[in-house]
């Protein structure tokens, strides 16, 4: 297969993916029910082993596609897949359930546009770099399945029963630009998903009664823009006699973010009324509706940190993030949204990135910390606090070509402790493939 082929045949192969493997999983997480659900990260695997960090985070050969600014620095075609397994214990007073889940995490292919490779050969002083990515994630999940009881006077027993699954995902296209310290870059995003819904009202304590039952199922579509910038800072020493000489030390400075775009919803609903002990089964429809184009909004957001490179061994930094939400509104129903932010952060250290007799010395050690409000409200926002934990470990495939395989692990709590607490554990593994032949022009004497 020629090498101007491959990108065709791969993005082929992550859209079939993206069909057959980026299926909700089953899960039962009841604040899931609000908003469009658990937003997910959208970090890759590299990035949440030290806390999900993005604003000013670049490497040659791994994709941070959250800034496109990113995309600029890489030096090599860079495969990424990704997938992850998530533990929670649910409690409420002393009420306790527990739920696995677990699903495909991402999809991701990007290269630099000018193959190094040629530049060198060809003796090019490139001024400005161009690296170019298409990746697919879950952007966020819905699936529970709640029941409760409550006595009401004069009523009695009124049982209710709660159902959802779906989702949506980002599907992105990121192009980044690097010239000398400063990079910028762009993406193009588009976001879909569906999502199903249900409500059922019993009275079980009292005869012939009706079960009322109430059928939400929308699909989302939305378009959106996003730019992000990135700049290098280059930290000097000074010399004996007073002379700046360069220390390889770094700090970055990055920052990006979006507009709120219009969000589509294609809406089904149908509510009934439903009595069974008469002979032919008493049904009212109450609300019929098929296909109705409601519109809404994704809200706008941003990210700026910091992060400090010493030489090739450390990398420190932080973020801030905030998100918009309560511009968002649920045309289904009538929920407190408030605007979410983020605050995280986390370091990586590699002993000796080129030690030839020591594998423990080149692999990547990541920690970080993660605190949140998220955009749900119960009384107060729902809090997200947790801690990282990561590896990458390299790997050495056929033509010499360093890629990595990435391990991240987060422990940490959500929720509202006077309603439902979650702790949880999230396991994420990441493959890193590089190859840099791709647009490699070779040249026969």
Known sequence: MSMRNKPLVFLIFALFLSQN????PKDNSPYSRMGLGDLSSLAYTANLGFGGLSAAYYDAYQTNSLNPASLGFLKATSYEFGFNAEYSQFSQGNDQSNSWSGNLKTISLAFPVFNPINSAQDRVDRKLEWGMQFGVSPY????????????????????????????????????GFKLNNFAFGINVNRYIGNINQTRLINLPTLINTYINSYIDQYSVRSWQLSGGAQYVLDLKNTGKEGESKASGNKLVIGAYGNVGSNLKFNVSQLHTSTNSSYPISAIDTLVYSQ??????????SYTVGLMYHKNSKLKL?????????SEFVNPLRDEN??????INGGIEYTPDANSYNSYGKRVRYRAGFVIENDYRVIDTNLRNIGITLGVGLPIRLPRQQVSAVNLSLELGQFGN???IMENYAKLNIGFTLNDNLWFFKRKFY
């Open 21 to 24: 493997l980026l299926a909700q």
């Open 140 to 175: 966020s999940t819905v699936g529970y399945d709640i029941q409760s009881v409550n006595d009401i006077d004069q009523i009695g027993a009124v049982a209710n029963q709660f159902t959802g699954e779906g989702g949506t995902y980002r599907l992105n296209w990121g192009n």
């Open 291 to 300: 296909d109705e184009i409601i519109e809404s909004n994704l809200p706008a």
């Open 317 to 325: 930094g932080f973020d801030f993030s905030q998100t918009f939400w």
């Open 337 to 342: 949204l408030s605007d979410a932010n983020r």
């Open 417 to 419: 402790p006077d309603q």
